[in-house]
């Protein structure tokens, strides 16, 4: 990846003075969620980004890096994204999705995570505004909170926890989003 990465800076021109630097892009993605961030370009082969996002739970922060090797309208890319969503109750967003309106789960209660993503993409459009997808793998880490409230007290089985245990889960992910370059 290192060696990737200087190659892509070594052998890319810098950004010419007609291309924009700093742009805003937003996508919708799993697990990413809906995001709108801050793009800034320092050289055509590299751009970095960082901005807020919302799951239909909560909101979270993400950041991210992508080498773009080509400087042509189509290109392949490489991206990588990291992110976190603070704890939020996901109860409404069930009823919502299932229509039950008395559905409540304890465990959906306080759900959030951190999560890491690799992604291929293809990339259309330069200079002004770029489309793009990318697909590729993501780990997610967290927490299942008020795991003893599952247990059925009608079962002779006992289950206690004394920390809430962690899941981790590593999955296929992607995103489809627009950059629009103003500066």
Request: charged share 15%.
């Amino acid at each position: 990846l290192r060696t990737l990465l200087v190659a892509a800076v070594v052998l890319s021109p810098s950004v010419a003075s007609a291309d924009r630097q700093f742009g805003v892009t937003v996508d919708a993605g799993v697990p990413d969620g809906a995001a709108a961030s801050i793009v800034y370009r320092p050289i055509s082969a590299f751009r970095l980004h960082a901005g807020a996002t919302h799951n239909m739970i909560t909101t979270g922060v993400r950041a991210g890096v992508s080498i773009v090797p080509m400087k042509s309208w189509f290109s392949p890319t490489l991206n990588f994204d990291a992110g976190s969503y603070k704890e939020g109750d996901a109860n409404p967003l069930v009823q919502m999705v299932s229509g039950d309106s008395a559905f409540h789960n304890d465990q959906l209660e306080r759900v959030g995570y951190r999560y890491a993503n690799a992604h291929l993409g293809l990339e259309f459009g330069k200079k002004r505004a770029t489309f793009y997808l990318h697909a590729g793998g993501s780990y997610i880490a967290g927490k299942i909170r008020n795991l003893d409230a599952a247990t059925d007290g009608n079962s002779s089985t006992t289950v206690s926890f004394t920390t809430d245990p962690d899941v981790r889960l590593l999955t296929v992910s992607a995103k489809l989003g627009l950059i629009i370059y103003f500066l």
